[in-house]
């Protein structure tokens, strides 16, 4: 069975740009766990900003989810 990475970016809704991609140090073991993690910890990420700076800087985050093709994480 195939495990599944999740890659997070907070972009910038004011200069309509991200910032690096980081990889989550989890391996998920399908997509559903994975995409739906992602959620929680756009979530959290947004949470831990801030309303007034994420408001200011209309900050969003980005995320996906791949197939891990056997290489090491």
């Known amino acids: 069975m195939a495990n599944y990475i999740l890659i997070l970016m907070l972009c910038t809704g004011t200069g309509e740009k ?33 309303e007034t700076l994420v408001n200011s800087n209309r900050f969003y985050v980005k995320f996906m989810c791949f197939e891990n093709k056997g290489e090491n994480t």
């Open 18 to 50: 991200c910032f690096k991609e980081v990889k989550h140090d989890v391996l998920f073991k399908n997509y559903y766990h994975c995409i739906t993690s992602g959620y929680t910890i756009s979530n959290n990420i947004l949470n831990n900003l801030g």
